[in-house]
């Protein structure tokens, strides 16, 4: 059959990201849906299976017509729905609005490289479910009290411009900084907020990880996320804001794994690609030189563990190689 809409090269890559990223939430849903006691926790949870599990079928419909094989991705072997509850109400909702976050990310990312039709389409209606679902989370966790706002400022009465190059000094041990401005206030916010989520996450991970360098590679996360937090929260200090944010729950005492290693290890590879580009972010809409001295370095340690992470996740087996083109030089050398 020849195909007269063949998907390009990047499409093909963003198709693959997508079902790895996808099988793995299901089975994360999964889980969180056969231990939430909490209906409206499971409704919202439960929603998004329904519609994340149509998109994967849809995809799985487009590798076969593309005549691509299909990604093993994460499977049913992934998850121990028999497994206790490893974490306290209120996590599941809120690891799902970050899944979310991540999730915007990836797609503007993919519809900037789609040119297909049907690929477009399926990024447009994935967006979609994304932001319902984040919008849906952050009214049950805000409601229920486990989110936290970003601290309050005045309200701007007038418009100023940047009279000088001090406004970006930081360093100096003898002036006074200036106050953070709304747009850093956010980003530390965010910092906090989402390093919380991550160390709950990695800690349970921790708890039941079999493999010792997979345990160690975790708890090396966890004190990466407490590095962040601290940073973050001593900048807030300093300027006289004091802000604390929640992870929506605690980590049980359960160390039975509801999820593979190979899948624990695959979500913190994917949470610490979204920490990368959100402290690239941040370093370029924080304007103070030293809060981006301090966020660069940071990223430095985080690019790291995730190569850390990579070299664990190939050893063992568990990295599915993505597609690639055809390596000319390989196949003029064996025709000799």
């Known amino acids: 059959m020849v195909l007269t809409n063949p998907l390009s090269a990047s499409e093909v890559g963003t198709l693959w990201l997508t079902y790895q990223e996808k099988t793995m939430i299901l089975r994360i849903l999964e889980y969180f849906n056969e231990k939430a006691d909490d209906q409206r926790a499971k409704n919202i949870t439960g929603g998004l299976w329904e519609s994340l599990n149509s998109y994967v079928l849809e995809m799985e419909k487009i590798f076969q017509d593309q005549g691509i094989a299909k990604p093993i991705g994460f499977t049913k072997e992934d998850v121990n729905l028999e497994a206790p509850k490893l974490y306290d109400n209120g996590f599941d909702v809120m690891f799902v609005r970050v899944l979310k976050e991540v999730s915007m990310g990836m797609y503007t990312m993919n519809m900037n490289m789609a040119y297909n039709n049907q690929m477009i389409k399926l990024y447009e209606g994935l967006t979609s479910?994304?932001?319902?679902v984040y919008l849906l989370s952050t009214q049950y966790l805000l409601e229920k009290g486990i989110l936290s706002l970003p601290p309050k400022t005045t309200m701007p009465k007038t418009v100023e411009f940047i009279k000088s190059k001090k406004y970006q000094s930081g360093f100096n041990l003898f002036a006074e900084k200036r106050a953070l401005n709304d747009l850093e206030l956010g980003i530390l916010h965010h910092g906090?907020?989402?390093n919380n989520v991550g160390l709950q996450l990695i800690t349970g991970f921790a708890q039941c990880a079999k493999t010792p360098e997979?345990?160690?590679?975790f708890v090396k996360g966890?004190?990466?996320?407490?590095?962040q937090i601290k940073m973050f929260e001593e900048?807030?200090?300093d300027s006289n804001v004091h802000f604390s944010a929640t992870s929506g729950s605690t980590v049980t005492t359960s160390t039975v794994p509801p999820f593979s290693e190979k899948l624990m290890m695959h979500c913190i590879f994917i949470l610490n690609g979204f920490s990368i580009t959100g402290n690239a972010f941040g370093t370029f809409f924080t304007f103070r030189n030293d809060i981006i001295m301090k966020i660069a370095l940071i990223a430095k340690d985080i690019f790291f563990y995730g190569q850390e992470g990579i070299e664990i996740k190939i050893k063992h087996g568990w990295f599915e190689e993505p597609p690639q083109m055809e390596d000319r030089a390989q196949i003029i050398n064996n025709n000799q």
């Open 222 to 227: 966890m004190e990466l996320c407490k590095k």
């Open 192 to 194: 906090i907020e989402s």
């Open 214 to 217: 997979v345990k160690a590679h």
């Open 235 to 237: 900048i807030l200090l």
């Open 129 to 132: 479910t994304t932001q319902r």
